[in-house]
């Protein structure tokens, strides 16, 4: 069962950046794309970015495009977003999770604890 530890999370003003982290449990984190979301107090879970098993592949939500950069570190079973020119409407938890394909923004699988996001104006 893999498991995903969501970090990084914090308080910052807009226009400011914040690094999240994913790191996953078990031996299957290589073989998997994988993928950021973020749900917003009232709103449903949304797709944010998403990256290939390998990296060589990623895909972007036209609301953080330009803004964000999501990579991985298979070594590491650890996943990344690079957040800059943060907004407040980028305030949300964030969660990680695989998804179903290289260019998918649907998750599969189970969700971690996600890691807050709050972003000042």
């Known amino acids: 069962q893999v498991q995903w530890v969501e970090s990084g999370g914090g308080l910052v003003q807009a226009g400011g950046s914040l690094r999240l982290s994913c790191a996953a449990s078990g031996r299957t984190f290589s073989s998997r794309s994988m993928g950021w979301f973020r749900q917003a107090t009232g709103k449903e879970r949304e797709f944010v970015a998403g990256i290939s098993s390998l990296g060589g592949s990623t895909y972007y939500a036209d609301s953080v495009k330009g803004r964000c950069v999501i990579s991985r570190d298979n070594a590491k079973k650890t996943v990344y977003l690079q957040m800059n020119s943060l907004r407040p409407e980028d305030t949300a938890v964030y969660y990680c999770?695989?998804?179903?394909?290289?260019?998918?923004?649907?998750?599969?699988?189970?969700w971690g604890q996600g890691t807050q996001v709050t972003v000042s104006s």
């Open positions: 999770a695989p998804t179903a394909g290289a260019s998918s923004a649907v998750a599969v699988g189970s």
